[in-house]
């Protein structure tokens, strides 16, 4: 089982931009599928973006469509999640997550349901002027 760190995570004004980077410190992410998840204050936590292990097939939730991100580079053990025109409201905690291939059914139930078995300590993103 992986283990995994996140880190890019800052303070940036509304329109900004900020990568986020999930690398699993032990283990390879190669047959993993990976997701980006948040939680912002007083809210529940929500899936923001999920990545397949190896053929590029992407989900992203529709409030970041155009806006966000999702990539991996499996040579590096590391997905990356690429944040632009930020608004107040992508303010909270981030946590990357992965399941192994075998596990998921759809990106999309990844996401939704956040279904993972391996998850990262988070990294705070705050958004204000």
């Known amino acids: 089982q992986v283990q995994l760190v996140e880190s890019g995570g800052g303070s940036v004004q509304p329109g900004g931009s900020l990568r986020l980077s999930c690398t699993a410190s032990?283990?390879?992410?190669?047959?993993?599928?990976v997701g980006w998840f948040r939680q912002a204050p007083g809210k529940e936590r929500e899936g923001v973006s999920c990545?397949?292990?190896?053929?590029?097939?992407?989900y992203d939730l529709d409030s970041v469509k155009g806006r966000f991100t999702i990539s991996r580079d499996n040579a590096k053990n590391t997905v990356y999640l690429q944040m632009n025109r930020l608004e107040p409201e992508d303010t909270g905690v981030y946590y990357c997550?992965?399941?192994?291939?075998?596990?998921?059914?759809?990106?999309?139930?990844?996401?939704?349901?956040?279904?993972?078995?391996?998850w990262g300590q988070g990294t705070q993103v705050t958004v204000s002027s």
């Open positions: 990545i397949s292990s190896s053929d590029g097939r992407t």
């Open positions: 997550a992965a399941d192994v291939d075998s596990h998921i059914t759809t990106l999309q139930t990844m996401c939704d349901q956040q279904r993972a078995i391996s």
């Open positions: 032990i283990g390879t992410l190669d047959y993993y599928a």
